[in-house]
Structure formats: C-alpha cells, structure tokens
C-alpha cells in the first residue's frame, strides 16, 4: 500500500534527554485535515515539530508524497513544501501585514501577487489592515496573518501548531472555517489543538496522544462519539 502523502511513522526521539516521543504515528493525506489532541504535555506539539524536522529521532522516519525527508532540516522541508505556523512569535510585528506576507514569499522567485490576492480573500481583513503594523492587531487577526504567510510558500502541506489559542469562541470558529477553505484547494492540514471538540469536528482524522504516544487514531467524528475519548479527553 503506497504511503500517505505525508506520514511521520514510529517516531521516536526527544531534546537530548530522555525520550519524548514513542513510536509515535502522524498522517494526513492531500486536502486532508488531521488534528492532534491529548492531554497537556502528552507531546502534541513535538510531534508536529518531529514531522517537521525541529526534533533529531531516534528511530522513525518522515515521507512527504513518497520521498524520505528524515534528514532534511527545516528549511529544506518548506522548500518541499510544508509550511509550518509556530504558536507564539509567529509574526514581525514591527512590519505591515502586507510586509509579513511578502516575507513568506522569500523562497518564491516568481510573481507571487496571485497568491497574495488568494490570501487577501481568505482573510479580507488583512488587505484592509494591510498597511497597518501586524504589532496593532488583534490576536485572531495576527493568527491570520500567520497562516497567510505561510500560505505564500504555496504549501502542499500546512502545519498550525494550537492556531486558536487565546482567541475568543467567535474568533476560533472563525479561523476554523478558513482552515477547512484552506483544505479545500488541496492542501494538507496537520494541526495541534487544545479546543478539541471544536477541532474533531471539522477533523477528517484524528489522533488523541497520551505521553508521547498513539492511544486513538480514527476519523474525527468516531472519536467524537467514542465513549472513552469523549469522557477522558473532551470533558463528557
């Protein structure tokens, strides 16, 4: 069976000490939303940074549509194009919205404005601020921003690390509507998330993690209804 088009397989490893993640398994396929849940330092988001190569493994390996990209450093994975959205620091806030989406070009040696324009209509509310320091926004509108720069790198694979954190409900609803648009063009989603309810529910998978490792992986709406998940993980 061909592999997904991108897969993070047993994945072990951790900061230099002792091990974080253990055996540890991430898919998502093309156009796929896949969230990860779990308790508070179960290792969701080093997990994701495992997949993106900010994390030396153990053992495992990570394959991005059929290529092995274990080695590669993070630079080189956007270049092969994933985009990853850290949690915090994930703008310049000195510079104008529109400066921040131009830095996200910086790999790009074409014309990017289409691009622009795309991110302008996903998020109509950066090309009103698009002049304005990314500093004066608000927290919604700075998350915008970062998925918008991420965006023009032109991604085959987006990786959001806890987008909704601190934002208001209103706000969390709103960014996840974006993100399934995002889905929709083909793009893959991986994302961390502490609102798991909220991200099961637009989730085509999902992987609870408890201490560094699987302990369910279905679809979002299965483990939505699964017993066990909605009473340890989703409050009932």
Same mark, same amino acid.
């Given at each position: 069976?061909?592999?997904?088009?991108?897969?993070?397989?047993?994945?072990?490893?951790?900061?230099?000490?002792?091990?974080?993640?253990? /055996?540890?398994?991430?898919?998502?396929?093309?156009?796929?939303?896949?969230v990860i849940v779990g308790p508070n330092g179960a290792g969701k988001s =080093?997990?994701?940074?495992?997949?993106?190569?900010?994390?030396?493994?153990?053992?495992?390996?990570?394959?991005? &549509?059929?290529? /092995?990209?274990?080695?590669?450093?993070?630079?080189a994975r956007v270049h092969k194009g994933m985009g990853f959205v850290p949690q915090t620091h994930n703008i310049f806030?000195?510079? =104008?919205?529109?400066?921040?989406?131009?830095?996200g070009a910086f790999i790009r040696h074409d014309d990017f404005r289409d691009t622009m324009a795309q991110v302008y209509d996903l998020f109509p509310i950066l090309k009103e601020k698009? &002049?304005?320091?990314?500093?004066?926004?608000?927290g919604g509108q700075r998350q915008q921003v970062a998925v918008g720069r991420a965006l023009m790198t032109r991604p085959s694979v987006l990786m959001l690390d806890e987008p909704t954190a601190g934002v208001s409900p209103i706000v969390m609803d709103?960014?996840?509507?974006?993100?399934i648009e995002v889905a929709r063009t083909g793009i893959s989603i991986l994302?961390?998330?502490?609102?798991?309810?909220?991200a099961l529910e637009i989730a085509d998978k999902g992987y609870v993690l408890v201490q560094g490792a699987n302990r369910f992986?279905?679809?979002?709406k299965a483990l939505m209804a699964d017993?066990?998940?909605?009473?340890?993980f989703l409050g009932g």
């Amino acid at each position: 069976m061909a592999d997904p088009f991108l897969i993070g397989s047993g994945m072990t490893g951790g900061y230099g000490g002792a091990d974080i993640l253990h /055996d540890c398994t991430l898919a998502v396929e093309r156009g796929e939303i896949a969230v990860i849940v779990g308790p508070n330092g179960a290792g969701k988001s =080093t997990a994701m940074k495992a997949v993106f190569g900010m994390l030396k493994l153990r053992q495992g390996h990570v394959r991005l &549509n059929g290529e /092995d990209i274990t080695h590669l450093s993070p630079q080189a994975r956007v270049h092969k194009g994933m985009g990853f959205v850290p949690q915090t620091h994930n703008i310049f806030t000195s510079m =104008t919205v529109a400066e921040n989406l131009e830095m996200g070009a910086f790999i790009r040696h074409d014309d990017f404005r289409d691009t622009m324009a795309q991110v302008y209509d996903l998020f109509p509310i950066l090309k009103e601020k698009r &002049n304005q320091p990314a500093g004066e926004l608000s927290g919604g509108q700075r998350q915008q921003v970062a998925v918008g720069r991420a965006l023009m790198t032109r991604p085959s694979v987006l990786m959001l690390d806890e987008p909704t954190a601190g934002v208001s409900p209103i706000v969390m609803d709103e960014l996840f509507d974006r993100i399934i648009e995002v889905a929709r063009t083909g793009i893959s989603i991986l994302m961390v998330e502490q609102n798991a309810r909220q991200a099961l529910e637009i989730a085509d998978k999902g992987y609870v993690l408890v201490q560094g490792a699987n302990r369910f992986t279905d679809t979002g709406k299965a483990l939505m209804a699964d017993p066990e998940v909605r009473r340890t993980f989703l409050g009932g």
